[in-house]
């Protein structure tokens, strides 16, 4: 730890307790004793009025009559920040856990709020939250220095490129980490899902910053889709549907929402097998039917059978 962060901490103890002992700041902030006196010295020093308090339950601490608001923010507010660096800290591998502390040291007595835990942020299995992990340590970085990197990358249909790419911005959406970056195979920016990529390597260039390159045009064309569902997947479905979306009937459950036609639907649809079907819009219909006319196909080609629908 910094000697900077060492006297905020030291500060941020003092502000909240009217006595603290050598020995306990030494042992939280793993150092010895002797450092924390030099420290407490330098506090001194910059004019800050530390006293020492003999006896017993002596210690160090600040004269009465000096005084910082530590209700700058409020104490849902600190919740708040302290909520979103542990999320930062989960998801990014960023080390925020000194901040967090001190933000929760300069919180009030209230212990009503609701503290979030972060421990599967994707929908991939542990191993692969793992490795990516390691990913997105190294693209912080490569962000961070304003350089390139060569990665090898494997497309949605399974075509593998060699890429040189400037990272600009990490991205979780739809359960799957994402960066955007300038591609120079393509000479756009592009997006890059982090379990395609197979490998990168640093290249030591200053990175192509996204601002300079043009706007990709995504502009989502929506259309209302029309599902049914056997009703014992109404419990899975509302991980994914709205309340006023989910129409409960006798012998079903139907599905009507709006959708992003640029998006492929046919993964999330297989996800559920044999208990739903489409009823609108027909070209999604089709496809539906398609990729599991395939799928038969492939399970009972010697039969010669296929799905009609």
Same mark, same amino acid.
């Given at each position: 730890?910094?000697?900077?962060?060492?006297?905020?901490?030291? *500060?941020?103890?003092?502000? +909240?307790?009217?006595? %603290?002992?050598?020995?306990? =700041?030494?042992? !939280? @902030? $793993?150092?010895? &004793?002797?450092?924390?006196?030099?420290?407490?010295?330098?506090?001194?020093?910059?004019?800050?009025?530390?006293?020492?308090?003999?006896?017993?339950?002596?210690?160090?601490?600040?004269?009465?009559?000096?005084?910082?608001?530590?209700?700058?923010?409020?104490?849902?507010?600190?919740?708040?920040?302290?909520?979103? *660096?542990?999320?930062?800290? +989960?998801?990014?591998? %960023?080390?925020?856990?000194? =901040?967090?502390? !001190? @933000? $929760?040291?300069? &919180?009030?007595?209230?212990?009503?709020?609701?503290?979030?835990?972060?421990?599967?942020?994707?929908?991939?299995?542990?191993?692969?939250?793992?490795?990516?992990?390691?990913?997105?340590?190294?693209?912080?970085?490569?962000?961070?220095?304003?350089?390139?990197?060569?990665?090898?990358?494997?497309?949605?249909?399974?075509?593998?490129?060699?890429?040189?790419?400037?990272?600009?911005?990490?991205?979780?959406?739809?359960?799957?980490?994402?960066?955007?970056?300038?591609?120079?195979?393509?000479?756009?920016?592009?997006?890059?899902?982090?379990?395609?990529?197979?490998?990168?390597?640093?290249?030591?260039?200053?990175?192509?910053?996204?601002?300079?390159?043009?706007?990709?045009?995504?502009?989502?064309?929506?259309?209302?889709?029309?599902?049914?569902?056997?009703?014992?997947?109404?419990?899975?479905?509302?991980?994914?549907?709205?309340?006023?979306?989910?129409?409960?009937?006798?012998?079903?459950?139907?599905?009507?929402?709006?959708?992003?036609?640029?998006?492929?639907?046919?993964?999330?649809?297989?996800?559920?097998?044999?208990?739903?079907?489409?009823?609108?819009?027909?070209?999604?219909?089709?496809?539906?039917?398609?990729?599991?006319?395939?799928?038969?196909?492939?399970?009972?080609?010697?039969?010669?059978?296929?799905?009609?629908?």
């Amino acid at each position: 730890m910094l000697k900077i962060e060492r006297l905020l901490s030291i *500060l941020v103890a003092l502000l +909240n307790k009217e006595v %603290v002992s050598a020995e306990e =700041l030494a042992k !939280k @902030l $793993e150092v010895s &004793k002797r450092t924390i006196y030099r420290d407490i010295e330098s506090l001194g020093l910059s004019g800050l009025p530390v006293v020492t308090i003999h006896g017993r339950n002596g210690g160090v601490g600040l004269m009465p009559s000096f005084k910082m608001d530590k209700y700058l923010f409020t104490d849902e507010e600190k919740q708040k920040t302290i909520e979103s *660096l542990r999320m930062q800290q +989960n998801l990014l591998q %960023v080390d925020n856990q000194v =901040l967090i502390e !001190k @933000l $929760e040291n300069l &919180k009030g007595d209230d212990e009503s709020f609701n503290h979030l835990s972060f421990y599967s942020p994707t929908i991939h299995r542990t191993e692969i939250e793992l490795e990516t992990k390691e990913k997105l340590v190294t693209l912080r970085g490569v962000i961070s220095k304003k350089k390139k990197l060569k990665i090898k990358y494997v497309s949605l249909n399974g075509d593998i490129t060699i890429r040189v790419i400037s990272p600009n911005n990490i991205i979780l959406t739809d359960g799957s980490w994402y960066t955007e970056a300038y591609c120079e195979k393509r000479k756009d920016r592009r997006m890059f899902k982090l379990t395609r990529i197979r490998e990168y390597f640093l290249i030591d260039e200053e990175s192509i910053p996204i601002e300079e390159v043009k706007e990709i045009d995504v502009t989502p064309i929506y259309e209302q889709v029309v599902l049914t569902f056997h009703r014992n997947q109404l419990g899975k479905l509302y991980d994914f549907f709205l309340e006023e979306e989910i129409e409960i009937l006798k012998n079903h459950i139907q599905i009507t929402f709006k959708y992003n036609s640029n998006r492929n639907l046919i993964p999330f649809l297989l996800m559920f097998g044999s208990t739903v079907d489409v009823i609108k819009p027909q070209t999604l219909k089709q496809e539906f039917y398609n990729e599991l006319n395939k799928i038969f196909k492939k399970i009972n080609d010697d039969n010669q059978l296929s799905y009609i629908p």
